[in-house]
């Protein structure tokens, strides 16, 4: 039986676990305890973990800018998937974002990662072909 609950800052060493586990999920400097405590603590309740007996199987982190959403490092370890956990995770952050009157989610994708850029199009998100997105990094923090 897996269950799905929130997210918290005890969870982090596990959830980072999972992420150096999954090819397709990139970790930056933001991926820190100290950023993600932040990012936790900014977005209360909005991110998720699925918890088998055996332990943590997926995870996904969710937030919002008071105008749109942010979906993140969405995973679930390959023994566990084709089960819905991956549908089951995202429903619970779109709800989380509605709560908050938040009704447009962004993700970003790695171009490699050819099988999450099907997957989203199943779902009906919507490949943004009429914009780029820029980044600005402070120099010295290229890992940022
Ligand atoms: C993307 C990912 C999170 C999906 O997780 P998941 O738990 O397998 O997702 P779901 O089970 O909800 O859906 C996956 C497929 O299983 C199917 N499925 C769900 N329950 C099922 C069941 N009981 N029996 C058979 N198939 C089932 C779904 O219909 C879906 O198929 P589709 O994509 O053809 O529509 C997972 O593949 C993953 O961790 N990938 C690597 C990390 C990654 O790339 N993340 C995205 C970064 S943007």
Redesign the pocket.
Do not use: K
């Given at each position: 039986m897996i269950k799905i609950r929130t997210m918290t800052l005890d969870d982090y060493d596990k959830v980072i676990d999972l992420m150096r586990q999954?090819?397709?999920?990139s970790l930056r400097d933001a991926d820190s305890r100290e950023a993600t405590m932040r990012y936790l603590q900014r977005n209360p309740g909005m991110s998720f973990v699925a918890e088998a007996e055996s332990g943590l199987c997926?995870c996904v982190m969710c937030g919002h800018d008071g105008r749109r959403g942010y979906l993140q490092?969405?995973?679930?370890l390959p023994q566990?998937?084709?089960?819905?956990?991956?549908?089951?995770l995202v429903r619970r952050c779109l709800a989380s974002l509605e709560e908050q009157g938040v009704h447009k989610c962004h993700?970003?994708?790695l171009k490699t990662?050819e099988?999450?850029a099907?997957?989203w199009h199943?779902?009906g998100w919507q490949l943004r072909r009429d914009i780029d997105r820029y980044s600005f990094t402070r120099p010295g923090n290229e890992n940022a």
């Open positions: 999954t090819p397709g999920i997926g490092h969405l995973l679930v566990f998937r084709r089960q819905g956990i991956g549908d089951a993700l970003d994708v990662n099988s999450a099907r997957h199943n779902r």
